[in-house]
């Protein structure tokens, strides 16, 4: 019931109906999916709920994810991509069957998403398209979201989910770049739940949490911060928590606490 493919560097061309299967419900699968032939074939996996398609890492080269890869998949709930260049895919990202949908390390298009019955989203370590509100504001079931920020480059990001109850957002401290310094604004009445892993500005309008949990842990080892590196955070997380304000219950871990007391 269960599949895990992992094809080596120029493997030979093979068929998508090679996998046909009316047993397997969860599969992933990594490798070059340029080398699907014929055009016309399509894999048959009616049981199928659950697959993960990973990009075969070669340097220097995008890969576009064809169409028929998601399609002939009449089972599938939960899908996940990773290292895609999804900018020029002819994927139509309308899928109302999905309920759980990751993205981890892809460049994500402009189309607007049609997943009308999705409930969970994990964005890891993306490139966000200008529209990104957009995109949110069309995932009218959505209630839980992951986001994770490789580097914050944007000005400000905008996440506007109407139903949205259960937010995570990770963001990591850069040698270079230091700690983040980009908003977000997230509208979501219905949210109850925030974890932040890392200090970043966030604001929320029209929202009252019942619980917020800020952490440091796993994102930075405290102990090795300098004292101006330590203020640096004091100031941030001073700066983020009027932002957290409605919120009935505020956990913050350890390290948050060592390094806001080392730098008063």
């Known amino acids: 019931e269960c599949l895990d493919v992992h094809l080596r560097h120029k493997h030979k061309p093979y068929m998508l109906g090679s996998f046909s299967s009316g047993s397997i419900k969860k599969l992933k699968v990594r490798m070059s999916f340029e080398d699907i032939v014929p055009e016309s074939d399509c894999w048959d996996l009616p049981a199928l709920t659950s697959l993960h398609l990973c990009r075969l890492f070669m ?10 890869c ?3 998949l009449p089972a599938l709930r939960d899908l996940c991509l ?3 260049d999804l900018r020029e895919s002819s994927l139509s990202f309308n899928w109302p069957g999905l309920t759980s949908f990751c993205l981890i390390k892809c460049i994500l298009p402009t189309k607007v998403w ?3 019955g999705l409930k969970s989203l994990e964005l890891l370590d993306v490139t966000f398209p200008k529209n990104m ?3 949110f504001t069309a995932l009218v079931s959505l209630k839980d979201l992951i986001l994770s920020f490789d580097e914050v480059s944007q000005t400000k990001y905008f996440l506007h989910c109407p139903e949205l109850v259960n937010l995570e957002i990770e963001t990591r ?3 270079d770049k230091g700690i983040p310094t980009s908003k977000i604004v997230v509208f979501a ?6 974890t ?15 619980y917020v949990n800020v952490r440091l842990k796993g994102w930075v080892d405290a102990k090795s911060f300098s004292r101006q590196k330590k203020k640096e955070c004091y100031q941030q997380l001073t700066s983020m928590l009027p932002g957290l304000g409605s919120a009935k219950i505020l956990s913050l871990d350890l390290e948050i606490i060592e390094v806001t007391y080392l730098a008063i």
């Open 82 to 84: 990773e290292d895609w």
């Open 133 to 135: 509100r957009e995109i």
């Open 189 to 194: 009445p219905k949210l109850k739940k925030f």
């Open 196 to 210: 932040s892993i890392g200090i970043f500005p966030v604001t929320f309008e029209d929202t009252k949490l019942d």
């Open 173 to 175: 401290y850069n040698q």
């Open 59 to 68: 340097f220097f080269e995008n890969q576009n994810l064809p169409e028929r």
């Open 114 to 116: 049609n997943f009308p």
């Open 70 to 72: 998601i399609t002939c």
